[in-house]
């Protein structure tokens, strides 16, 4: 019983240094990804493949259940018809685990 809480209370204290971490990494490109969003008078639409569209697809419930219309794209499906789902209006979002920012892909201002 003590080991697992003192392996409990390690994974939290590892887990909270990671996230104090964030603090310093946070810039204006958060600030423009955040405007981006907000601006955005379409969907956006996340891709990726592997492990990155796993992620995506969270991102997607994650924005989804905020209010912000986004849909997942998987990038082979793209290729064979599914493009139809990005227009003018929407943002790609195309690897959430690029470090790349939010891309327009169309009219919206960027």
Do not use: N
Request: contains cysteine; aromatic residues 4%; glycine residues 10%.
């Amino acid at each position: 019983m003590k080991e697992i809480l003192r392996h409990a209370r390690e994974v939290i204290r590892i887990e909270a240094e990671a996230v104090q971490g964030l603090l310093e990494r946070l810039d204006d490109s958060f600030v423009r990804a955040v405007e981006l969003l907000l601006a955005c008078p379409g969907r956006v639409v996340v891709t990726g493949i592997g492990k990155s569209g796993l992620v995506g697809r969270k991102i997607v419930a994650t924005l989804t259940s905020t209010g912000t219309p986004a849909i997942f794209l998987h990038p082979v499906e793209g290729l064979h018809g599914d493009l139809g789902m990005v227009t003018p209006r929407t943002y790609s979002w195309p690897s959430p685990t690029a470090g790349r920012p939010l891309k327009s892909s169309g009219s919206c201002p960027s």
